[in-house]
C-alpha cells in the first residue's frame, strides 16, 4: 500500500470511541502509519494536527476505519463513497450487520487489512432527487434506502408509483421503501420485503403498511428509474435516506430514484460470505439488543 495513511471516522457518541482513536493512532505510529480525522474530531484536542478535510482524504488514506454500528457505517458511506475510499467497520453498536469487525478483535486482524489482506464488497448506492414543480429542490444519495413516509400523524399517505415513466400501483399506505440489496436487511425486511444478495444490482420498492390485499414487494433492475409521486400528502409527509437525511414533501412532488454513479466499498475478510453473516448477525444481532 503506497500511501500507508488511515482515516478514522469516531461516532461521537460511543463513549468508547476516544479511547479506542487513541490506542489506534499509538498503534498506527508503531508502525510508521498516519492517521487521519475528519473535521468533526475536533474535541480530541491530543489529535488536532490530524484532523484532514475529507476532501483531501484520497490522496492520503488508503482506507477508513469507521469506528460506530450500521448507522455511522452508512453515513461514512455517503461521504466516502463518492470519494472511492474503502471502509473498514468497527462495531462498537448493538447489531453491526455491515460492520465486519469487533472493537475486541480489531488489533487481531487490522495487521491483515493493513497488508492488503482483504476482499473487496462493492455495494449498489441510490442517487434520489425531488423534482418541485418542474425543478430539483433535493440530491442526495444513499447505502440502505429511500423511504417516502407519512411522518408521525395517523392519516395515510397516497403514492403513485412508476418505473420508468409506466404506472405499476397506487398504494394508500404508511409509506414507500426503495432499498438497494444492502438495504434489503433493513427496514424493507421490517416491512415484508425479501432478502437480496448483495451482487444482485436491483432496487426493492415495499410498501409499509399498504391497506390493501394484494400489494408485495416490487424487484426493479437498477438499469431503471423509480418515481414516486406524492398524490395525496398526510400533514408532514416525508423523504428519509438512511433513516438519517429528511426531507420535507408536498402535494405533487416526485421523487426520483436511480442507481448512483458511486458504489460503497466495505472491506471485508479473505473468503468472507454474505450467507454466514446473514446467519449469524441476524441471529445473534436480536439477542444483542437493548432492553429496558
Request: charged share 25%; hydrophobic share 40%; glycine share 8%.
Amino acid at each position: 500500500m503506497d500511501k500507508k495513511g488511515i482515516g478514522l471516522l469516531p461516532n461521537l457518541d460511543k463513549p468508547e470511541s476516544e479511547e479506542l482513536v487513541d490506542e489506534i493512532i499509538l498503534w498506527l505510529g508503531e508502525r510508521n502509519i498516519e492517521a487521519y480525522l475528519p473535521p468533526c474530531a475536533e474535541v480530541f484536542e491530543k489529535w488536532r494536527e490530524r484532523i484532514l478535510r475529507l476532501d483531501d482524504w484520497p490522496f492520503k488514506v488508503d482506507f477508513a476505519i469507521v469506528l460506530g454500528g450500521d448507522g455511522s457505517l452508512l453515513a461514512a458511506a455517503r461521504s466516502l463513497g463518492p470519494l472511492g475510499i474503502p471502509i473498514l467497520g468497527v462495531n462498537l453498536g448493538h447489531f453491526g450487520f455491515l460492520t465486519e469487525l469487533e472493537a475486541n478483535n480489531l488489533f487481531t486482524y487490522l495487521p491483515k487489512f493493513i497488508s492488503g489482506e482483504w476482499d473487496k464488497d462493492e455495494r449498489l448506492m441510490l442517487s434520489t432527487d425531488v423534482v418541485r414543480q418542474g425543478k430539483t429542490v433535493f440530491s442526495s444519495i444513499a447505502l440502505n434506502e429511500a423511504c417516502v413516509s407519512k411522518g408521525p400523524y395517523g392519516r395515510l399517505t397516497v403514492l403513485s408509483f412508476s418505473v420508468s415513466g409506466r404506472n405499476v400501483d397506487v398504494y394508500a399506505a404508511d409509506g414507500l421503501i426503495i432499498a438497494t440489496p444492502t438495504g434489503s436487511t433493513a427496514y424493507s425486511l421490517s416491512a415484508g420485503g425479501p432478502i437480496l444478495a448483495p451482487e444482485i444490482e436491483a432496487f426493492l420498492a415495499t410498501p409499509i403498511c399498504p391497506h390493501t390485499l394484494y400489494s408485495r414487494s416490487i424487484v426493479v433492475p437498477s438499469s431503471e428509474s423509480c418515481e414516486v409521486e406524492v398524490t395525496l400528502p398526510s400533514q408532514s409527509t416525508t423523504l428519509s435516506l438512511d433513516g438519517q437525511e429528511f426531507f420535507p414533501l408536498e402535494k405533487k412532488d416526485i421523487i426520483v430514484v436511480k442507481k448512483s454513479e458511486y458504489k460503497a466499498c466495505l472491506l471485508r475478510m479473505k473468503g468472507w460470505s454474505f450467507y454466514d453473516v446473514l446467519r449469524k448477525k441476524m441471529k445473534e444481532g436480536v439477542d444483542r439488543l437493548p432492553r429496558g
